[in-house]
């Protein structure tokens, strides 16, 4: 099942990836699905077993750029279709299980080439999702469709953050990006 079309409606935060600017992070949406590609991906599964770490369903990471954790199979062709290098590969920045990224801060040091990932159980991380321009490359050519773009989710975000500012009488809220 590839990311659900209204991510994150009926998800609720489950931890943030912060970046060490001290300013952003993202968060990860829970809860995971077992029932998903990287699950039934063979060299997902034989890379977690060489790592000797259990499997285990991890939600989707960031908010108006996310990838569905439990879909991504490391393919990286989103890392390599985004001109502005919003996405990472974690583990080549921390070498540690993915369920233990969340809630870590990253430099965004990782590598943002397609080849570079440190094995099958890496996965793509939007530590820049704040660099987004919008423009879609990485939602077509990811394989199992993990990746879902959207800036309306700003909503999302800014709720779980409680920062939202619902402003009356149609006046816009000046921090929404068109």
């Given at each position: 099942m590839p990311i659900a079309e209204d991510y994150p409606k009926g998800l609720k935060p489950i931890g943030?990836?912060?970046?060490?600017?001290?300013?952003?992070y993202h968060w990860v949406w829970g809860p995971g699905r077992s029932k998903a590609e990287a699950f039934d991906s063979?060299?997902?599964?034989?890379?977690y077993k060489a790592h000797g770490?259990?499997?285990?369903?991890?939600?989707g990471s960031g908010t108006m750029v996310a990838v569905d954790w439990d879909s991504?199979?490391?393919?990286?062709a989103c890392i390599e279709a985004c001109p502005v290098q919003v996405f990472q590969w974690?583990?080549?920045?921390k070498d540690?299980?993915?369920?233990?990224?969340?809630n870590e801060t990253f430099a965004g040091t990782g590598s943002t080439v397609k080849e570079e990932r440190k094995d099958f159980s890496d996965k793509a991380d939007p530590i820049r999702e704040h660099d987004c321009i919008w423009c879609m490359a990485c939602v077509s050519v990811c394989p199992p469709l993990a990746v879902k773009v959207d800036q309306s989710n700003l909503e999302y975000h800014e709720?779980?953050?409680g920062t939202y500012q619902k402003l009356g009488s149609?006046?816009?809220?000046?921090?929404a990006h068109h």
């Amino acid at each position: 099942m590839p990311i659900a079309e209204d991510y994150p409606k009926g998800l609720k935060p489950i931890g943030k990836i912060m970046h060490s600017d001290g300013e952003h992070y993202h968060w990860v949406w829970g809860p995971g699905r077992s029932k998903a590609e990287a699950f039934d991906s063979d060299v997902v599964k034989a890379a977690y077993k060489a790592h000797g770490e259990k499997q285990v369903p991890l939600g989707g990471s960031g908010t108006m750029v996310a990838v569905d954790w439990d879909s991504c199979v490391a393919d990286g062709a989103c890392i390599e279709a985004c001109p502005v290098q919003v996405f990472q590969w974690y583990r080549t920045e921390k070498d540690i299980p993915a369920i233990k990224a969340i809630n870590e801060t990253f430099a965004g040091t990782g590598s943002t080439v397609k080849e570079e990932r440190k094995d099958f159980s890496d996965k793509a991380d939007p530590i820049r999702e704040h660099d987004c321009i919008w423009c879609m490359a990485c939602v077509s050519v990811c394989p199992p469709l993990a990746v879902k773009v959207d800036q309306s989710n700003l909503e999302y975000h800014e709720k779980a953050a409680g920062t939202y500012q619902k402003l009356g009488s149609g006046q816009e809220n000046p921090h929404a990006h068109h």
